[in-house]
């Protein structure tokens, strides 16, 4: 189940219906369960939002076109481009800047599964379909992530202690050595060179892929570090999530966060900032339980400007363009919620 929740109250669109005992709104029927879903943080040269969900063996590629980008759209209007077959489950997804509808369609995301590889697909949405598939970690991969600039260059972390930066034809072009487990990764959104990476033991580093040398530090002051964002709109933010509490820093300050505040009473488990605004993050509790909550916070405000909750939820992804979230549950349905 795939959720996107905003600060207000849409009707239904296309083959989606209200459901007004419960925080979803809309709903589309999936084949099977939902594990991952990730918007695309970039333009594919129309106005509509590229997602993509996975489940046990496949992944669906559709695009989402919202109000803000069209006035003539009642909400969310959700289509269908293609479901891709996949050996195994998804438990992690990335785009690729090289995604695009205009032109000469194509599309390409890496994927991470339980078998510890990760598998590039790339498809021109007609009869070219290619998949290569990447070996080298040893243990589970928790996050993954395309250069932005280019998306020529793939970096993923892994429970091995490692972080791997990939070319598309699969060859390893660094290998970062890490203390604990890799969470999660991030790049620079125009320094190529430049890395994040956060370990499980509670510490983010910035990497110079150059040199392969750390070249900054940051201390949660706390483990286990559950999950780290770094804000690609102003780049001396960074936030996180450790125990029930969201954490924020100024990487110009302190290796120490400058706000730090409790969230979760279900520990945290997920941080994302909003791509469209800098002071604007989610964050959701740990999945597994009845109910999960999932916050969108404002760091002008003390409380979370929108609550939600959804059952055995996980996974926030918030919208490109604006404060819409997309939150995956392990359900028969996809729900967009506006």
């Known amino acids: 189940m795939c959720e996107i ?5 849409l009707k239904p669109v296309c083959r989606m219906q209200e459901d007004s005992s419960r925080t979803p709104s809309y709903t589309v029927t999936c084949e099977d369960y939902v594990h991952v879903v990730e918007f695309s943080p970039f333009s594919c040269g129309t106005p509509a939002s590229l997602l993509a969900y996975g489940g046990n063996q496949y992944v669906v590629v559709g695009t989402c076109l919202f109000q803000e980008e069209d006035m003539e ?12 077959h996949h050996e195994l489950r998804v438990d992690a997804l990335a785009w690729s800047p090289e995604s695009r509808l205009d032109r000469i369609p194509t599309i390409r995301f890496c994927t991470a599964a339980a078998d510890r590889k990760l598998r590039l697909l790339t498809s021109d949405l007609q009869d070219r379909h290619e998949v290569k598939v990447m070996e080298g970690h040893t243990s589970y991969i928790n996050h993954l992530v395309f250069e932005p600039t280019e998306g020529k260059q793939i970096a993923s972390v892994s429970d091995d202690h490692t972080c791997r930066v990939w070319d598309l034809e699969g060859n390893e072009s660094a290998t970062l050595r890490l203390r604990s487990p890799g969470i999660s990764v991030c790049w620079h ?6 890395l994040m990476v956060a370990e ?6 910035f990497y110079d892929l150059v040199t392969q040398q750390a070249i ?6 706390q483990s286990p570090l559950m999950s780290a964002d770094w804000c ?7 936030g996180a999530v450790a125990g029930n509490d969201w954490l924020i820093w100024d990487i110009t300050r302190s290796s120490y966060p400058q706000e730090k505040r409790p ?6 488990r997920l941080f994302k900032w909003s791509r469209a605004n800098q002071n604007l993050f989610a964050t959701t509790g740990c999945p597994g339980k009845i109910c999960s909550q999932l916050f969108i916070h404002h760091l002008g405000h003390p409380q979370p400007v929108t609550i939600g909750s959804a059952t055995v939820g996980s996974g926030p992804q918030l ?3 604006a404060p819409p979230l997309c939150h995956r549950q392990r359900q028969e349905t996809l729900l967009l919620d506006d």
């Not at 929740?5 to 109250?9: R, Y």
């Not at 959104?189 to 430049?194: C, D, G, I, L, Q």
């Not at 690609?232 to 960074?238: H, S």
Request: glycine share 6%; net charge positive.
């Open 216 to 221: 900054l530090s940051l201390d949660c002051g």
């Open 189 to 194: 959104p125009e320094e190529a060179f430049k």
């Open 263 to 268: 969230a979760h009473i279900d520990k945290a």
């Open 232 to 238: 690609l709109t102003n780049t001396i933010k960074v």
């Open 319 to 321: 919208a490109p363009h």
């Open 200 to 205: 499980k033991k509670g510490t983010i580093r």
């Open 5 to 9: 929740i905003e600060n207000k109250v």
């Open 73 to 84: 759209i009642e909400g969310v209007e959700f289509n269908v481009l293609r479901a891709f």
